[in-house]
């Protein structure tokens, strides 16, 4: 099976600030991974598939890259409706793999 | 609009089974894989088992073989999943995801349907 280690598990953060998150995974995933975004009490909702590509009406201030093992997820200009956990999905082999998430908090 | 309603989850004793549906709208439901993903109590999310298309073909995750066993029924745009022989660890809220086309990611998700294994 494909280890996704996702880190920072918690992340701090002011509104207006860029942070980013980052998965590795333990083989190459040839690019094929998700980005989620939870909260509490509700489904994930996708954001990015193929490292980078955003889903339609997610906005801009979302980005994902990456390559080979290592991937990043990042938002700028952090809002508060951005609050919420946030999941990596590695979708290149099954078993299916999440990352342990990311739980993003106001500073 | 894609929706996807998960309805039957509940409290159910160790060793007991469980079967619980998703109802999916929206979409032309025989065209896609489908899926179940949980996530226990203040955990992270888990793959436990897709289905394709036709359900011809199905996979799970090692912890469930032989226990779980998904279905889906095309004429009533209906995913299901048989829980037998639970154990406290199965405890979890449990989302229908559906996969994408091409590429097999989980596009969509249901609202969820809680599953408690307890005595």
């Known amino acids: 099976d494909i280890q996704m280690t996702q880190s920072p598990p918690s992340l701090s953060a002011s509104l207006g600030d860029k942070v980013t998150i980052t998965c590795q995974a333990s083989?190459?995933?040839?690019?094929?991974i998700a980005w989620y975004q939870q909260k509490p009490g509700k489904a994930p909702g996708l954001l990015i598939h193929?490292?980078?590509t955003l889903v339609s009406g997610i906005p801009s201030r979302f980005s994902g890259s990456g390559s080979g093992r290592d991937y990043s997820f990042s938002i700028s200009n952090v809002e508060s409706e951005d609050i919420a956990s946030y999941y990596c999905?590695?979708?290149?082999?099954?078993?299916?793999?999440f990352g342990g998430g990311t739980k993003l908090e106001l500073k | 609009e894609v929706q996807l309603v998960e309805s039957g989850g509940g409290l159910v004793q160790p060793g007991r089974s469980l079967k619980f549906s998703c109802a999916a709208s929206?979409?032309?439901?025989?065209?896609?894989?489908m899926a179940w993903v949980r996530q226990a109590p203040k955990k992270g999310l888990e793959w436990v088992a897709t289905i394709i298309y036709d359900g011809s073909s199905t996979y799970y995750r090692d912890s469930v073989k032989g226990r779980f066993t998904i279905s889906r029924d095309n004429a009533k745009s209906t995913l299901y999943l048989q829980m037998d022989s639970l154990r406290s660890e199965d405890t979890a809220t449990y989302y229908c995801?559906?996969?994408?086309?091409?590429?097999?990611?989980?596009?969509?998700w249901g609202p969820g349907t809680m599953v408690t294994v307890s005595s």
């Open positions: 193929y490292t980078s």
């Open positions: 995801a559906r996969q994408s086309y091409v590429d097999w990611y989980f596009d969509f």
């Open positions: 929206g979409f032309t439901f025989s065209d896609y894989a």
């Open positions: 083989q190459n995933i040839n690019k094929y």
């Open positions: 999905l590695q979708y290149d082999n099954s078993p299916w793999t």
